[in-house]
């Protein structure tokens, strides 16, 4: 196991044990390139936009209706709206710690403010519920997502406590009150119950983390056991879709709501890792397994089911109906990156890259105005624009919104973006992994107290080489992902011959000296991938991949209606400077010519249209 130190990591997630430990936002910096571009535009554009939509929508204004005691007159906004201006103070945070604007910090505190009005003296805090023409508090466990809310509460303050410790805003007091209630609400001589949507066990999990309460984590760890007892009341679509239908241990997938399931799978994978129960953490390992084989789209989508937002069962992921919620997908990469963190397995950090290219850059348009709640992978019948000015009450609209009836998306992307550097590299006492590949730095301090600090320069995704060179004399293994997908990479260390690197890890261990350099050349041309032939709805198609990136037929490009494409199954894709072709015919003329694909995550860009992933081939 990694010896962690003492120095507060600023990152989402720092367990206390573990194989690898993460690197914070101060370790590692993203500058350029595909990512950094998206991290700039969250902060310049998509955090004001967020802002601006919470007030006009009346969601931040609920808490001064609160506060001035007049609720529920001229409440607004769904029962789980507190959670969305708790999400947006949470990548408020994190962007702080990524840019250090002191501006953000002015916005920040002003929202704190309106947010500690509202807060009751025992610690109670929800817009929705508790007061004279309102339900009781707790009295609707199944949907009322109070408990959800309390969960984004916590992240917040954790975030902020992490960016910044010495700050007097009182954000963090403000979920410290909030905590101690649930614990005394819900604690082993409190009420016997759950929330409907699991959220509340990832947030106190880390704020156990990181005050060292360890109440906190032992209340995490009591509603994750009580999943499976049938506490919440049976409902159309089953125990199954809050994870009350059977215990989270005896579970083989994931299973009902995608967005619950993949938050309680991230809760119960820290629940395992801070308590040592191995058995429970080989069992998520299980359910990641099959679900991730069998439940997962090629994009890295999760949910198959538009009515019920859930997983289908195995093989069943229809590309036209696929549901693919923004929020499922990032729950699946807070997932995936616990249990990387727990085992050093790069499988973990292959899904995260997938996800994170196809739908959470899929999800906000180019200005970070709008956004994708729902990610098809075959649109049918183009879509009207969507009032820019207007919220839109469809979900899955199939053109990006800028804000939705239910937008628990838009800052969803928003605090995953701000708190992105986080997620790309990790230390063990040997050296530093890094998992994700973007330009930029990392300096950390290994456990034996010697430096490793290095600069990474590549024009990923769009070009494969990814170059290291180190800042700082010493001696320490790097050790570099290679993708599942890239068979036949090299590496290269200073003015060696390049060898082989096979997929899963290569690293590198020596005494490095400033000026050191480590060469990785992964492989980005097009390919043809074929599906599972168990997957129903895409069987006699394939789909077309290039590096990380899944690509998409649209109409604009076909000229004509996608329906009518089939590729030809002998046709080699072909690369010329980054514009990607495929030679197609079309089924009622018979017409056929080299087509452009694009990447999927720009599908949509130039007006209504079709699209699909998966290409038939005959």
């Known amino acids: 196991m990694t010896h962690l130190t003492t120095t507060p990591t600023i990152a989402p997630v720092v367990p206390s044990t573990g194989r690898l430990r993460p690197l914070g936002l101060d370790e590692v910096r993203i500058d350029d390139g595909f990512w950094a571009e998206r991290q700039r535009v969250n902060g310049a554009n998509t955090l004001p936009h967020i802002e601006s939509k919470l007030e006009s929508e009346g969601w931040l204004p609920n808490f001064d209706l609160a506060a ?21 103070l949470e990548a408020l945070a994190w962007e702080i710690g990524r840019s250090e604007d002191p501006a953000l910090d002015e916005r920040f505190r002003a929202v704190v403010a309106r947010v500690a009005a509202a807060q009751e003296p025992d610690g109670y805090l929800n817009t929705m519920f508790g007061r004279a023409g309102q339900d009781e508090r707790w009295s609707q466990l199944e949907w009322g997502h109070e408990l959800y809310c309390l969960g984004h509460l916590f992240q917040a303050a954790v975030a902020r406590g992490r960016t910044r410790p010495t700050a007097d805003d009182g954000l963090f007091d403000i979920a410290l009150r909030a905590a101690d209630l649930v614990c005394r609400e819900f604690g082993e001589q409190g009420r016997h119950a759950i929330c409907g949507h699991a959220e509340v066990e990832v947030g ?15 209340q995490a760890a009591l509603f994750v056991a009580r999943h499976g007892e049938h506490t919440l009341r049976d409902i159309e679509f089953g125990r199954s879709y809050y994870q009350d239908d059977i215990p989270v241990r005896d579970a083989e997938a994931l299973r009902g709501h995608a967005v619950r399931a993949n938050y309680l799978a991230s809760a119960a994978t820290d629940v395992a890792v801070e308590t040592g129960d191995a058995e429970l953490l080989r069992a998520l390992r299980r359910q990641w397994d099959r679900t991730v084989d069998r439940r997962t789209y090629i994009t890295g989508g999760q949910g198959a089911h ?4 859930a997983f289908g069962g195995d093989w069943e992921l229809p590309p036209d109906r696929a549901y693919s919620e923004t929020c499922a997908s990032i729950g699946s990469i807070m997932f995936s990156w616990r249990l990387l963190l727990a085992s050093g397995d790069t499988r973990y950090a292959d899904l995260i890259e997938r996800t994170l290219f196809n739908v959470v850059a899929t999800s906000p348009a180019p200005d970070g105005r709008s956004f994708y709640y729902a990610n098809t992978l075959h649109q049918r019948t183009p879509a009207q624009p969507a009032d820019r000015d207007a919220t839109s009450p469809r979900a899955s609209s199939s053109l990006r919104a800028a804000w939705f009836d239910v937008s628990c998306c838009p800052p969803n992307v928003a605090r995953t973006l701000a708190s992105l550097a986080g997620y790309f590299a990790t230390a063990d006492d040997d050296g530093v992994q890094l998992h994700q590949y973007a330009t930029g730095s990392v300096r950390t301090v290994l456990s034996d107290g010697t430096v490793s600090a290095f600069r990474v320069s590549t024009g990923y995704p769009e070009g494969g080489r990814v170059r290291v060179t180190v800042a700082e004399d010493g001696e320490w293994t790097l050790t570099l992902r290679v993708p599942s997908w890239a068979a036949g990479a090299t590496v290269r260390v200073g003015e060696e011959e390049p060898t082989d690197a096979a997929p899963g890890t290569v690293s590198i261990r020596r005494a490095f000296r400033a000026g050191d350099t480590v060469e990785l050349d992964l492989p980005v041309a097009p390919r043809i991938t074929a599906p599972d032939p168990r997957v129903d709805a895409v069987r006699g198609c394939v789909a077309i991949e290039r590096g990380p990136e899944v690509l998409a037929l649209e109409s604009v490009d076909f000229g004509d209606d996608i329906a009518e494409a089939v590729l030809d199954p002998a046709s080699t894709p072909v690369d010329a400077d980054g514009r990607i072709s495929v030679r197609v015919s079309n089924r009622s003329t018979g017409e056929e010519s080299e087509v452009a694909l694009i990447r999927y995550h720009d599908w949509a860009l130039r007006g209504p249209s079709t699209m699909r992933v998966w290409l038939p081939t005959s």
Not at 207 to 217: A, E, K, N, Q, V
Not at 306 to 309: G, K, R, V, Y
Request: negative net charge; charged residues 40%.
């Open 306 to 309: 538009h009515s019920d937002e």
């Open 204 to 218: 106190l999990a880390e704020l156990g983390r990181f005050t060292g309460d360890r109440r906190y984590l032992d």
């Open 68 to 88: 001035a005691g007049t609720l529920p007159a001229g409440r607004r906004g769904r029962e789980f709206s507190d959670s969305e201006v708790y999400k947006y």
